[in-house]
């Protein structure tokens, strides 16, 4: 089993730039491919983007693309969402999350979860 606590949310003004952090403990984190998803108030919760165990496969959502970047270090078990350009319509709380893999790659679904960090972005 793995725990997983995230950082680095707040409030942001519509332009800026964000990083998320979330520090994994428990069973050796470079086993797991591990994600971001995020969850505004009155929606469903939303992938935003995955990476696999070694950090050399991404995926993102149409709708991060080029301003979000997910990354991974497995030295210091911390995974990193840095965001850019941020716009209003980020604002929500935002999860990471971590599954088991046997290979080096990206995973679209999760059993476990972090708490949530929430992010803020004013106009």
């Known amino acids: 089993q793995v725990q997983l606590v995230e950082s680095g949310g707040g409030l942001v003004q519509a332009g800026g730039s964000l990083r998320l952090s979330c520090a994994a403990s428990?069973?050796?984190?470079?086993?797991?491919?591990m994600g971001w998803f995020r969850q505004a108030p009155g929606k469903e919760r939303e992938f935003i983007a995955t990476?696999?165990?070694?950090?050399?496969?991404?995926a993102y959502a149409d709708s991060v693309k080029g301003r979000f970047t997910i990354s991974r270090d497995n030295a210091k078990n911390t995974m990193y969402l840095q965001m850019n350009s941020l716009k209003p319509e980020d604002t929500a709380i935002y999860y990471c999350?971590?599954?088991?893999?046997?290979?080096?790659?990206?995973?679209?679904?999760?059993?476990?979860w972090g708490q949530g960090t929430q992010v803020t972005v004013s106009s």
């Open positions: 990476i696999s165990r070694s950090g050399g496969r991404t």
């Open positions: 428990g069973r050796t984190s470079s086993r797991y491919a």
């Open positions: 999350a971590a599954q088991y893999t046997n290979y080096d790659i990206v995973s679209f679904e999760y059993d476990y």
